[in-house]
């Protein structure tokens, strides 16, 4: 046991002075630190933000550089943010200074500089945040006709203007006269054709549906690349072109086409295209209300009302009544307007009707979440109210009331119609001497939107000899009543058809 003890205290000595041997003795090896060896330094640039299609140029400070010849320089850049796959690198340039354009879409990469020794082949670098934004983002979209085609404005919340979004932008306008976009701010994947022949599948895009009545293009929300043409867009190409509505809720989309309804399932793949049509022998009205449930809509060939749902395949009945009321099947009416109220679970809306056998017409009260009876009440308009002929029609986020343009020699009225049982229903809000009222909203700012910046506004969108206006009326709390000068007036060269806020 005493010489196992002393041969262990011989390992320990014999162990120490080897590990005393390889820091003390200096001759074994020499060591230069990374940056002994190259003490470049970079300065001159830090963490920056830039707008697409602008040009980003740098010039960076490099100070210890004995010989500049002999270095080779890299710039590159990377998403920032990569939700859990691998960055892709994309080589800026070879050249010590960057003058880059930025083609990327909006959000933020890491901007990285790089210089490196070929022959010891170590590198310094720096690394900041890019922030890209687009020129082209929250704001007021005007479509609008010129010479049979479809282009439109751009006012940003700046009041900042970009006239011809689309030809600005390198694309080809749609033909025919504008009838609704709508922005889809996440989730959509398009494919899109390689120049070799193959195809590649994006992934979380945003993007613009633009509908007129000949044409429908979808667009990159960021730089206005295309995604589809109307050929592009289906599976199977209608027979019929003639677009009528479209409409996005939460990650759904759905749209009329010569009176068929398409969607498109957004909790699902998909390669952001129409699918078939929901089948049956229908031809819907062009109106729609959408709810998180799916979309509601009026047969015209049965005078009847149908759900369904962007997931489903079919078009389906209401419930009836248990109450004993109007069957919202085989009706006795046509519909001359369905206007969304407020849209959620449930969506609520008025249908104005006209009777197929007497001169009555009424406003129907509806309400609709997934296939329950969505009619909650019926008023008849007493037979001298001008509301249901007008061309144009809206309805307010809190007053129940529709508004409306009368037509009048000198130009249109805006009027507004309560939808309340009394008889003296309408009254005069506005004239627009000399011009065509062609759309009118109720819009309010985004939620959470700081208190200088939050608003309702009624806006009215006319045309003219010169132009078209949008003009944003404030409207007075929760009544139906506007102040009568506008807060803001926009205008434009063209027919304007349809006005989107991007908020």
């Not at 080897?18 to 640039?45: A, H, M, W």
């Not at 479209?246 to 086409?257: E, L, P, T, V, W």
Request: charged share 25%; glycine share 6%; net charge negative.
């Amino acid at each position: 046991m005493k010489l196992k003890n002393i041969l262990i205290g011989l390992g320990l000595l014999m162990l120490f002075q080897g590990t005393q041997s390889c820091i003390d003795d200096r001759g074994n090896y020499s060591y230069i630190s990374k940056e002994e060896l190259l003490p470049v330094t970079i300065s001159g640039f830090e963490d920056t933000t830039v707008v697409i299609r602008s040009t980003l140029n740098i010039t960076p400070v490099l100070e210890n550089m004995d010989d500049e010849a002999r270095y080779i320089h890299l710039w590159y850049a990377a998403p920032s943010v990569t939700a859990g796959f691998a960055p892709q690198r994309d080589t800026l340039s070879l050249e010590k200074d960057l003058s880059f354009e930025v083609t990327y879409e909006s959000g933020t990469y890491n901007l990285v500089y790089e210089v490196r020794d070929p022959k010891l082949d170590i590198y310094v670098r720096k690394q900041v945040l890019m922030t890209v934004q687009s020129d082209v983002s929250t704001g007021w979209y005007v479509m609008k006709e010129e010479n049979g085609e479809t282009d439109i404005d751009y006012i940003s919340m700046d009041e900042e203007k970009i006239e011809n979004l689309i030809t600005t932008f390198g694309q080809k306008r749609l033909k025919g006269k504008p009838v609704k976009m709508v922005y889809q701010s996440s989730r959509y994947t398009p494919v899109i054709q390689n120049p070799d022949g193959t195809t590649t599948q994006l992934v979380n895009k945003k993007a613009f549906h633009v509908f007129s009545d000949q044409d429908i293009k979808i667009f990159n929300a960021d730089n206005m690349d295309l995604f589809y043409n109307y050929e592009d867009y289906f599976y199977e190409v209608p027979e019929v072109c003639k677009p009528q509505n479209c409409g996005m809720i939460s990650s759904d989309f759905y749209a009329i086409n010569a009176g068929k309804v398409y969607s498109i399932y957004g909790m699902s793949s998909n390669s952001g295209m129409l699918g078939y049509a929901k089948p049956g022998m229908y031809e819907v009205h062009p109106d729609m209300v959408m709810s998180y449930y799916g979309v509601m809509l009026f047969d015209k060939t049965t005078s009847t009302f149908y759900n369904t749902s962007s997931s489903g395949s079919s078009m389906n009945l209401f419930s009836e009544d248990s109450d004993g009321g109007i069957s919202p099947s085989n009706m006795d009416v046509d519909m001359i307007r369905m206007l969304l109220r407020k849209e959620g679970n449930p969506s609520t809306a008025f249908a104005v009707m006209k009777n197929k056998n007497k001169n009555e017409r009424y406003v129907f009260d509806m309400s609709y979440s997934m296939s329950a009876y969505p009619i909650t009440d019926i008023d008849t308009i007493p037979a001298h109210c001008e509301m249901p002929e007008a061309k144009v029609m809206g309805t307010s986020l809190y007053a129940s009331c529709i508004y409306y343009s009368k037509k009048e020699v000198d130009g249109d009225v805006l009027k507004v119609y309560k939808n309340v049982k009394v008889d003296n229903r309408e009254s005069e809000l506005k004239r627009f001497p000399g011009e065509e009222i062609v759309y009118i909203v109720n819009v309010t700012s985004r939620y959470g939107a700081p208190e200088d910046e939050t608003f309702n506004h009624l806006v009215v969108l006319t045309n003219s000899d010169s132009g078209w206006k949008l003009y944003r009326f404030n409207v007075i709390g929760q009544t139906p009543e506007i102040e009568p000068e506008p807060v803001v007036v926009y205008s434009g060269t063209g027919k304007a058809g349809y006005v989107m806020l991007r908020n």
